[in-house]
């Protein structure tokens, strides 16, 4: 996957647009939680946008996608925590909740699609 199509591809589109999303609002979390919490959740979304750039450079890349779905594992419990300890506002959780259930989506796709080759 050259670098044209990996950017017109719907999972990075998403990814892309939801860790900007995640950064604006990152940014607005008390000092005490910035080095906390949103350090991990930017570091999650990072990881998971280079996991993903690596399977599609990897010839195994089944392996590759299953440490993505991990790391977008990870990525879920880090917003479900920012919403309870209230750093998350109901309709900024249900927003990012539906970004990251569209990603899953579309990431359990790209797995059909290997285990099928």
Do not use: C, N
Request: glycine letters at 2%; proline letters at 3%.
């Amino acid at each position: 996957m050259d670098e044209t199509t990996r950017a017109q591809s719907p999972i990075f589109t998403k990814t892309f647009d939801l860790i900007v999303w995640l950064m604006d609002r990152t940014e607005k979390f008390p000092k005490v939680e910035r080095f906390r919490l949103a350090r991990r959740i930017e570091d999650t979304a990072f990881t998971f946008h280079e996991t993903l750039i690596r399977a599609t450079r990897t010839r195994q890349p089944r392996t590759v996608l299953l440490q993505a779905d991990l790391e977008l594992d990870k990525l879920r419990f880090y917003i479900r925590m920012a919403h309870a300890r209230k750093r998350l506002t109901p309709q900024q959780y249900h927003f990012a909740a539906d970004a990251l259930v569209e990603i899953g989506r579309l990431l359990g796709g790209w797995l059909k699609t290997i285990s099928l080759t």
